[in-house]
């Protein structure tokens, strides 16, 4: 498909998606606004709301003093959309998952990841020394479940409930962000679901994190394993933020046989919708390809995967396979990883290679299943 028409004629950028409120989280100023005026308050009431709930945290309205108390009780049961922090398990290097019970005591997991600077007098909650946090990322969930199946994934072995609404999406950060009480910097949509089967909320939650939290959309990776027809309808919002699309094969009856959705998809399809989202764009897609020993990761994948992206403006992630109880995957030798490199650098291919974080509490990528292990 030819999108010189498309890119020529500058259409204007497609309006994201509203959502009525309540809940309350995820929601703009303005809709804030037109909502208490809906409820007889003043129009300037919309923006102490909204500096109540993006900026100081307000889990009810009734933690929101600056309005009256016969308001404040009159609305009590109106829901500002925040989960219940039901467990949290802290890996060596620092990443937290966490545990978050929704309002209809559905489960999902988000993670928190810091980097630090350098080793220094600063402790976390556990009383460790660690160094200047220089950044903070949040992986966060936009489905219970999934759909999708990815046989090296825990949380397709779970099986999908349903998508998760922009005030759970919005949610998931700003609880990282009181629990570490820092500011998050980074988003990745990489935890539980398919973002691009939940496309709406998905949009108004980037919305909401980049005009209400205030994450600069650069700072946003959305990750999806490719739905037919979606990633040529994404490219339309002009999205600031870096795609990432899982591949994890080089050719389509590998790549079927890790991912099941990947047989109503041709990788031809999903390349074209690639490139047309380049063009359209003018960012390049990430490539996520985890490594499986002895399946995806021998020197032959690694020239044929090349090969697939000659002339393309893009990048791809190496994921050492992180092992899950489900399968008996192995992650390959750190001479594989490199051989597999080798084969890349000759093509000049550009990558990096990606150690997940957040190992040791079943935190890192491919093992979230909404369970305390």
Not at 55 to 63: C, P, T
Not at 240 to 256: K, M
Not at 291 to 313: C, I, K, M, T, Y
Request: a positive charge.
């Amino acid at each position: 498909m030819s999108v010189n028409s498309v890119v020529s004629s500058k259409p204007p950028t497609p309006k994201y998606p509203k959502i009525s409120v309540p809940p309350l989280l995820g929601a703009s100023l303005e809709e804030l606004t037109a909502w208490v005026q809906e409820q007889g308050q003043p129009a300037y009431r919309g923006k102490q709301l909204h500096q109540w709930i993006y900026q100081k945290g307000a889990r009810s309205l009734a933690d929101i003093t600056v309005f009256s108390k016969q308001w404040r009780e009159s609305v009590a049961e109106i829901p500002v959309g925040r989960s219940t922090l039901q467990h949290r398990s802290t890996a060596p290097d620092g990443t937290v998952k966490y545990l978050l019970e929704l309002a209809d005591g559905e489960i999902i997991e988000t993670v928190g990841m810091p980097t630090f600077k350098k080793w220094g007098k600063n402790r976390n909650r556990q009383g460790e020394k660690q160094g200047e946090l220089e950044r903070l990322t949040v992986c966060v969930s936009t489905q219970v479940g999934c759909a999708m199946a990815c046989d090296f994934c825990a949380t397709g072995k779970g099986g999908f409930k349903r998508n998760l609404t922009r005030s759970e999406i919005v949610d998931q950060v700003l609880t990282v962000q009181e629990e570490f009480g820092q500011r998050v910097t980074h988003i990745v949509f990489m935890g539980m679901g398919e973002p691009l089967l939940n496309v709406d909320n998905t949009l108004s939650s980037i919305q909401s994190l980049n005009k209400d939290v205030g994450i600069g959309q650069r700072n946003l990776t959305v990750s999806t394993v490719g739905v037919p027809g979606r990633i040529r309808n994404l490219a339309k919002y002009r999205l600031q933020a870096t795609l990432a699309v899982s591949l994890h094969a080089p050719n389509q009856e590998l790549r079927e046989e890790l991912i099941p959705s990947a047989r109503k998809y041709k990788i031809e399809e999903l390349f074209a919708e690639c490139r047309d989202y380049v063009e359209m764009t003018g960012r390049r897609v990430s490539f996520e390809y985890v490594l499986l020993a002895g399946v995806n990761d021998l020197p032959e994948h690694a020239h044929q995967l090349s090969r697939q992206l000659r002339g393309f403006q893009c990048h791809v992630n190496l994921i050492p396979y992180n092992p899950i109880e489900e399968v008996d995957y192995q992650r390959p030798t750190y001479d594989r990883i490199q051989a597999f490199v080798q084969a890349l650098e000759k093509h000049h291919t550009a990558h990096s290679v990606r150690y997940s974080r957040g190992l040791e509490a079943d935190a890192a990528c491919g093992q979230l299943r909404a369970s305390k292990k």
